[in-house]
C-alpha cells in the first residue's frame, strides 16, 4: 500500500455485537478502509473475544476487507482456517510464536497479506529480520486485550524506528498503530511513521462517525 496514504481500520470489539450487520454499513457509509477483527484466547492475552465463526458472519454482510489481529498462542495453528473464514489481511504476535517466518509463509500460501505485531514492551528490533517479507507491521500503542485505554507515548519511539528502518532497506512498509487512537493522538503517531489507524472506542462511540474517520486521516 501506500504509505504516505493514512488508512482506518475500525475495530469491531468496540461496536454493538448484537447489531453486527448495521454496525458494518454504518462503517461502509462513514469510508472505513479496514474491519480491524481482534480476536483473543483468554491464553495470550487476559479477555476472549470471538474467532472463526464469528468471522465468516461478518464477512458475508460487508465488502470491507478484513483486518484480522490474532492475539493468540500458537498462531500457526489457526492461520489456514482465518484464511478460509475472510481476513485479508492476518496479523500475528511476535511474542506468540517460536516461528515467525513459517506463519508468514502461512498467510502468503493462503492468499492473505501478512502483518507482524509487538506489545509496547517488545523492542522494534524484534521486527527488522522480517521486514522485507511482511506486508504490515503492528505496533501495539496499549496492551493488548482490551478495547478502551489510555495510549502509551513510549511507543512512538517504535515507530519511528521501525519507519526508518524500513526507509533504509527502501521497503512501502505498511506501519500500524492500535490501542488509544484518537482524533488527539493520531497526529503524533503519523508524524512518527504509522500509516493504517485503528480506531474502536472513538469511531463507535463518536456522534458521526464519517466525520471520525475523517479527523483521523
Ligand atoms: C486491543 C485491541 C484493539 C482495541 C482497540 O487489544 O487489539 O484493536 O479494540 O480499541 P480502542 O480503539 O478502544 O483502544
Ligand atoms: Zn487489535
Given at each position: 500500500?501506500?504509505?504516505d496514504k493514512i488508512l482506518v481500520s475500525a475495530s469491531i470489539l468496540g461496536c454493538d455485537l448484537a447489531n453486527i450487520e448495521s454496525e458494518l454499513n454504518r462503517l461502509e457509509s462513514a469510508k472505513a478502509d479496514f474491519v480491524h477483527f481482534d480476536v483473543?484466547?483468554?491464553v495470550f492475552v487476559d479477555n476472549i473475544s470471538f474467532g472463526l465463526p464469528v468471522l465468516k458472519a461478518a464477512k458475508s454482510k460487508t465488502s470491507?476487507?478484513?483486518d484480522v489481529h490474532l492475539m493468540i498462542t500458537d498462531p500457526e495453528?489457526?492461520?489456514s482456517e482465518f484464511a478460509k473464514s475472510g481476513a485479508d489481511i492476518i496479523t500475528f504476535?511476535?511474542?506468540a510464536t517460536d516461528d515467525i517466518k513459517g506463519c508468514i509463509d502461512l498467510c502468503r500460501q493462503n492468499g492473505c497479506k501478512a502483518g507482524l505485531s509487538i506489545k509496547p514492551d517488545t523492542p522494534a528490533a524484534e521486527v527488522f529480520p522480517y521486514l522485507d517479507l511482511l506486508d504490515m507491521v503492528?505496533?501495539?500503542?496499549v496492551e493488548p486485550g482490551f478495547g478502551g485505554q489510555g495510549f502509551l507515548r513510549f511507543t512512538l519511539e517504535k515507530i519511528r524506528d521501525i519507519r526508518n528502518k524500513a526507509d533504509?532497506?527502501?521497503l512501502d512498509l505498511d506501519i500500524q498503530v492500535d490501542g488509544g487512537i484518537s482524533d488527539k493522538t493520531c497526529c503524533e503517531v503519523k508524524e512518527n511513521g504509522a500509516n493504517i489507524l485503528v480506531a474502536g472506542t472513538y469511531l463507535f462511540r463518536s456522534d458521526d462517525m464519517s466525520k471520525a474517520v475523517e479527523s483521523l486521516k
Open positions: 500500500m501506500d504509505k483473543m484466547d483468554g470491507l476487507p478484513f495453528n489457526y492461520i504476535h511476535s511474542e503492528l505496533v501495539m500503542t533504509e532497506l527502501g
